[in-house]
Structures are given as C-alpha cells and as structure tokens.
C-alpha cells in the first residue's frame, strides 16, 4: 500500500450532509451505505468537470477526496450553496489517501502513512481510467469525455446537480463524440496536462488534449488523452511539436 501524494481529504459532517453532497455531485451520494465509497463529479452548470471525487460514507458522515490543488477551491464553491442546509465540511489535513493493487482506495490517518506512489501505480490508475484533473484540465470536459460515467461516476437516475441536464442530454442524443484513449509512446519527451498533441489511428490523424501522463521507464510515457471517438482506438503514433514518436500496444 502506498500513500497518494497528489490527492488531498475534506471531511463533512451534519445531519444533512448526505442530502447536501447529493444535490453537488453527480453520483448517487445518498446510496452510499457506512464503509462504502464511489467516485463522483463536481461539476459546473454546463455540466463541465471541475474535479473528481472519491467519496466514503462513514459513521458519522463523509470523507472526500480530489486533487490536492483543486479540492480547497471546490471547498470553497461548495460553501456558496450551503444556505440553511445542516452540514460542516472542511479540509482534513489529518487524513490522506492510500492506495492498493487494484486500484482500491482507502482513507488513513496522515501520520500512519509513509511512502509514497510510485509511478506503477499512477500507471495502473490510468489503465483503469481513473485520472484526476489539475488545474490545466479542470473545467473542460463534460463526465462522459473522461469517462467517468464508466467509473461509477455518474448517476443517471437521481435527482438534480449542477450540469445534470447538459450530462444527460449528451448521453440520451448521443452527442458525446471525444472520449478518453491511452497511449504508450516512446521517447525521450513527457507532455504536460492539458497540452495539445495528435494522435494517429488506422492512419489518419486527430488533433487531442493530454489529461495526466506518467513515465514508465526511460522512454517509455503512458498518456491519458481525450481525442474524437474512432471505431479503431489503437494508436499508431503520437505528434508533439511536430515530433512524430512511435507508439506501443497497451
């Protein structure tokens, strides 16, 4: 087990916190027995991802997890819709993220946790389409281009949350047409997220956004992007900067 460096915890507690973070996120919240945990979306009113959440129901309330340079602003959002509603939430600098083979996800105090991910495991979350957004891809993409709809992520049954109707209506018009595809280049080069790259598949070529990268090996570069959905979803090559870099089956 290793601790996640790069995700951050906000505790929330109250009466009404179940029924608040169901009406904010994108997931069915309120399923949630103790002990169990979803993925979920928060996003914007049109229905762009500012972030990805691991959610835990706990006994007395719920735990949250995002990226660590992204969590204390959706804090702070959050605190806008509050009004009346019986919740307290915070950050939680006591707690963090703890990650298994998997990938599984637990909730630990910070002091009992010691080393830290290495990049296997950034690879394995990517290979299972978990990738959290950062500041460079926050706020770009509905749930669906990611795929966090195939994570969980998304409930298309519960009631309302912010952007709930421009995420149902991409998936009921089929209107969804980028979606998320993993590369494994080769060479000496590491796109940073959020940057533009092309990728070649069944020879012709599409323009696409980096969302997370990490290096294997020397060389040796996994890459999450969201690219124009294509019935062939290998990658042949991969061009940055006008770079041509030879791709490896995943």
């Not at 996640?4 to 109250?14: D, E, K, M, N």
């Not at 509050?82 to 993220?97: H, K, N, P, Q, S």
Request: glycine share 10%; hydrophobic share 45%; proline share 5%.
């Amino acid at each position: 087990m290793v601790k996640i460096p790069y995700l951050a915890v906000a505790r929330f507690s109250g009466e009404e916190a179940g029924s608040f973070l169901q009406s904010q996120l994108s997931a069915d919240i309120e399923a949630l027995e103790p002990g169990q945990s979803a993925f979920a979306c928060y996003c914007t009113p049109k229905g762009q991802v500012i972030g990805l959440l691991l959610v835990e129901r706990t006994d007395s309330g719920f735990l949250a997890a995002a990226r660590r340079e992204l969590l204390p602003g959706i804090v702070q959002r959050l605190r806008m819709f509050v009004f009346r509603t019986r919740v307290d939430f915070d950050l939680a600098g006591d707690l963090c993220v703890i990650g298994e083979t998997g990938p599984h996800y637990f909730f630990a105090e910070t002091a009992e946790a010691h080393s830290t991910a290495p990049a296997s495991w950034k690879a394995e979350e990517l290979r299972a389409g978990i990738c959290w957004l950062g500041p460079d891809t926050t706020e770009k993409f509905i749930p669906q281009m990611l795929g966090f709809d195939t994570l969980g992520a998304v409930s298309f049954s519960k009631g309302c949350y912010p952007g709930q109707e421009i995420v149902a209506r991409a998936k009921y018009l089929g209107k969804v047409k980028r979606k998320p595809v993993l590369a494994r280049l080769q060479g000496p080069v590491m796109p940073d997220a959020g940057s533009k790259l092309r990728l070649q598949r069944g020879g012709d070529w599409a323009d696409a956004t980096v969302i997370d990268a990490v290096g294997l090996e020397e060389n040796d570069v996994l890459l999450m992007t969201v690219a124009r959905e294509e019935a062939d979803a290998t990658v042949d090559a991969v061009e940055i900067d006008g770079r041509i870099y030879s791709c490896a089956t995943i």
